[in-house]
């Protein structure tokens, strides 16, 4: 049974005169939704979606998740329709909820707009959302640095957001939850104000998931407070013993690439009421095509699990493939001053070191010296056969060369058994 512990803490923050943004800390789902637009709507937005999606999540799966947030998105689409002033309202929402994967529980992370998700993993922070932003889009079209994204005047220009359309792309992603991770969704208000690694040192130090939150939150207030700040931070506290037995496997892959936003000509909306210093939104086209469904990478499924099967099948096949050819050929070698066979490669192949297959009568001075470099480097012959005639011939040039240096000094190049004795002048 894997086991959260959450808290969670809101702030209006220095400059804002009321707080749009939104959490939601259930035992199972837990959410925040940084709300937009002008007359107080932006928070009958955000606590609309946070509602809706509480109201409309029934079912722990995470298409039963994304299916609540577009639930959430058409309600305050309705909402903002009906009622004049809250017209062009709109709001993020950023979910994590524990759902059931089969076989074992996993934690499904829904996105619209530029509220994050983090993943604090054995001290390593990662963010697991991206900003649906029109920043973000500068930085993805290499137009922007991400330091400079970072201090852009328009870098809380959204370019999704909840009931700004009756229709909303989610991204989604799934993930296995280790026992010691961490998770943290934050408003904007904290990230524009608090840096990556001054996050992450607060989620590695300070272990109560409430305090961890308001330790966040009054980070960014320290740091200007410009805008409201919200986070929620989930603790993986039990998880059936998981990051015990797949630890290695996880420490192995790659962390999850975040679903890629479609590219969209940006248009602004017809409401920019939020007024000054407030943030605007920017929605994509209505003419725009059907969205296709986020993808959602798996940070350990059965896919993982076929892949280091099919690499484990490979290596084991090129080790067998490499035995057979390193055992299979034989070479006419020395072996203490004797000419032998050896079965295997010269000098041996990997870890496959040749054996001495035959040791012959043949000793190595009587080896013709045109013959001897060959024979000690290791003279190869595919079969054993093959290797026992080179043996013979050597036998036989040997026997020649005796001979014909008995009738005369100077031994013949190419010894052969019927040279003739070469005239001298
Ligand atoms: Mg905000």
């Known amino acids: ?20 943004d939104r959490y939601l800390a259930d035992e199972r789902l837990f959410a925040v939704a940084d709300g937009v637009g002008g007359h107080k709507a932006g928070e009958v937005a955000s606590q609309t979606a946070v509602e809706t999606l509480q109201r409309a999540f029934t079912e722990p799966t995470t298409d039963a998740l994304v299916d609540a947030v577009k639930t959430a998105n058409r309600t305050v689409w309705d909402l903002a329709e009906s009622n004049s002033d809250q017209r062009g ?18 934690l499904a992370i829904v996105n619209v707009g530029d509220s994050r998700a983090y993943l604090l993993q054995q001290g390593q922070l990662e963010q697991l ?17 991400p330091a400079e994204a970072q201090v852009h005047p328009q870098r809380s220009i959204i ?23 961490r998770l943290l969704l934050c408003s904007d208000g904290l990230t524009n104000e608090v840096s990556d690694e001054e996050i992450a040192t607060t989620l590695r130090t300070v272990s109560d998931p409430e305090e961890a939150a308001q330790q966040l939150v009054n980070e ?18 039990d ?53 296709a469904p986020a993808a959602r990478p798996r940070r350990f499924t059965w896919r ?3 892949f280091i099967l099919a690499v484990v099948v490979v290596i084991g096949l ?78 036989q040039e040997s026997a020649a060369q005796t001979s014909t240096t008995t009738t005369t000094a100077v031994a013949p190049p190419a010894p052969a058994p019927a040279a003739p004795a070469p005239s001298t002048p």
Request: contains cysteine; charged residues 25%.
């Open 89 to 106: 309202m709109g709001t993020t929402l950023t979910a994590i909820a524990l759902v059931d994967g089969g076989d074992e529980d996993r």
């Open 1 to 20: 049974m894997t086991e959260l512990r959450a808290g969670g803490a809101t702030d209006t923050g220095l400059v804002r005169d009321h707080n749009e």
């Open 304 to 306: 993982v699990l076929a």
């Open 318 to 395: 090129a080790f067998v493939a490499v035995g057979w050819y390193a055992r299979h050929t034989y070479f006419v070698g020395l072996d203490n001053g004797q000419v032998a066979i050896f079965k295997g490669r010269p000098g041996g192949l990997l870890w496959f070191q040749p054996t001495l297959d035959q040791r012959t009568a043949l000793a190595e001075k009587d080896v013709p010296p045109a013959r001897l470099p060959d024979v000690k480097a290791g003279q190869e012959e595919a079969t054993r056969a093959e290797a026992q005639r080179y043996v013979n011939a050597l036998r």
């Open 129 to 145: 959302t991206e900003d649906h932003s029109l920043v973000e889009q500068l930085v993805r079209d290499g137009q922007l640095t």
């Open 159 to 181: 370019t999704r957001a909840l009931g700004l359309d009756p229709e909303v792309e989610v991204d989604s992603w799934e993930l296995t939850p280790y026992k010691g991770d």
């Open 220 to 237: 960014a207030r320290e740091h200007g407070g410009s805008d409201n700040i919200t986070c929620v931070v989930v603790d993986v506290v």
């Open 239 to 291: 998880d059936d013993n998981r990051a015990e037995h797949a630890s290695a496997i996880l420490s192995a892959e790659p962390p999850p690439p975040p679903g890629r936003a479609q590219a969209a000509t940006l248009q602004p909306t017809d409401d920019d009421a939020a007024g000054a210093g407030a943030r605007a939104t920017m929605a994509p086209p209505r003419a725009e095509p059907p969205a």
